[in-house]
């Protein structure tokens, strides 16, 4: 992800001038790993959710779970536990240190590995502290941003694994998830359209949304994804 958003920045003149108007430019790319899904039934299949009610954290993943005949429930990190204890949920998409940091392991006999909600969000610098920097220190700082981002990635996959052992230690069964699967979830119309509405939000608000979605699915090597008429 870290090293694919980098070549997103580098190949999206839009992108960087957008950062650009803000007074700022990227610095340090920040990773989120992808969410897993704990799970009180087996799950194999978009099927399997079907009806399920899943704890999830956002309104673009309410809509993402609804679009696979889920229910989607809203809440708090803290009282999840409790809901999955109780039966108010079936299921909790949430990622892979809650098993552990939460004890989930003590609720739910299987976690699936949806891989799915992963994110990424950039920490920026002022371009005018950049240039009150000698040609080598801002190549310096610069250049550790990117640098440390690629090492973080490293570090939460590694992390993800950890968990993920930790989770079988306990009794807990790990089961993947088919990419077919995961693939249907996201050519799902309900699913697609939250990128055509991302882009109509971005450019009426006078900000080059198109071109820089165009640059992210290319450099995701997913170019088809491109909503018609963008």
Not at 30 to 58: E, F, H, Q, W
Not at 66 to 74: K, L, T, Y
Not at 87 to 105: C, H, S
Request: positive net charge; proline residues 5%.
């Amino acid at each position: 992800m870290a090293k694919k958003v980098w070549e997103l920045f580098d190949n999206s003149e839009a992108l960087r001038s957008e950062l650009a108007k803000l007074g700022q430019t990227a610095w340090f790319c920040c990773p989120y790993d992808s969410y897993c899904m704990y799970s009180k039934k087996m799950v194999n299949t978009l099927a399997d959710m079907k009806g399920m009610r899943i704890r999830v954290s956002g309104e673009g993943y309410s809509k993402m779970v609804s679009a696979i005949g889920a229910h989607p429930s809203f809440i708090p990190a803290g009282d999840t536990y409790s809901a999955l204890e109780r039966g108010t949920v079936d299921g909790a998409i949430a990622g892979w240190e809650w098993g552990k940091r939460y004890g989930f392991f003590e609720i739910v006999p299987y976690t699936i590995d949806t891989s799915v909600f992963m994110m990424y969000a950039f920490n920026n610098v002022s371009l005018a502290a950049l240039n009150k920097m000698s040609e080598k220190d801002r190549k310096t700082f610069l250049e550790v941003g990117r640098r440390v981002s690629i090492e973080f990635g490293e570090a939460l996959k590694r992390e993800r694994e950890d968990y993920k052992s930790f989770m079988k230690t306990k009794g807990v069964k790990v089961l993947p998830f088919p990419t077919e699967e995961r693939a249907k979830w996201g050519q799902l119309p309900a699913v697609k359209v939250l990128m055509k509405n991302w882009i109509d939000e971005q450019n009426q608000a006078g900000r080059p949304g198109s071109e820089v979605m165009r640059t992210f699915l290319k450099t995701f090597e997913v170019p088809e994804w491109m909503p018609p008429g963008y």
